[in-house]
């Protein structure tokens, strides 16, 4: 078993007992090829959370310091997690993100880029449309639906694969396909949330 296996039976079992899981449209979940799965931000679980309930592996940016800390440099890399430098144009984590998905693996992206204060899903960044447009690889938009309460029901959507392929062809721009994805977080909010 490697570390990323292992670490993901270990936060499921951590929290399992805490949360009721449910999780929706595991079918629209691509068994291969890149996957940019981006979803809305709640929580500061919703990466292990994500991370535990997906079908494949899900690999994560996380913040360039977090690589510094003794404990967690050497864990990191072996759960999927790549540096990214906050508030600047980092070139290293954009061409990691690139790789990994051009090579058909699976990124998880939150596009609002910091966690909602109220819940409600937030303008996204242009980032999110680059690695679409860039990656050669579909998008999953997921919705996380909370509230992050002991013993509550706590879902995790999956939504249809967007088809970035038209937007590639009369090269569209990042915010445009961010504004799609974004869009398709939201539908899922909305269908979702009251159920």
Do not use: W
């Amino acid at each position: 078993m490697n570390l990323y296996s292992f670490a993901k039976t270990v936060v499921f079992s951590a929290l399992k007992p805490l949360y009721r899981f449910e999780v929706i449209g595991t079918e629209h979940f691509p068994k291969d090829g890149g996957i940019l799965l981006c979803s809305n931000h709640i929580n500061a679980l919703d990466p292990p959370v994500v991370g535990i309930l997906a079908p494949r592996p899900v690999h994560f940016m996380a913040k360039a310091e977090l690589f510094n800390v003794p404990l967690l440099k050497g864990i990191l890399p072996g759960v999927n997690a790549f540096p990214v430098k906050r508030g600047l144009s980092d070139r290293d984590a954009l061409r990691t993100a690139i790789k990994l998905l051009k090579s058909g693996e699976v990124v998880g992206l939150f596009p609002e880029g910091t966690r909602s204060k109220d819940g409600k899903l937030g303008k996204g960044f242009s980032g999110a449309g680059f690695f679409a447009l860039r990656g050669e690889a579909n998008v999953v938009p997921c919705a996380i639906i909370g509230p992050y309460k002991p013993f509550k029901k706590l879902k995790v959507v999956y939504g249809e694969p967007i088809d970035i392929a038209p937007y590639r062809e009369r090269k569209a721009s990042a915010d445009e396909v961010t504004e799609k994805i974004m869009e398709k977080i939201a539908e899922l909010l909305e269908a979702h949330q009251s159920k």
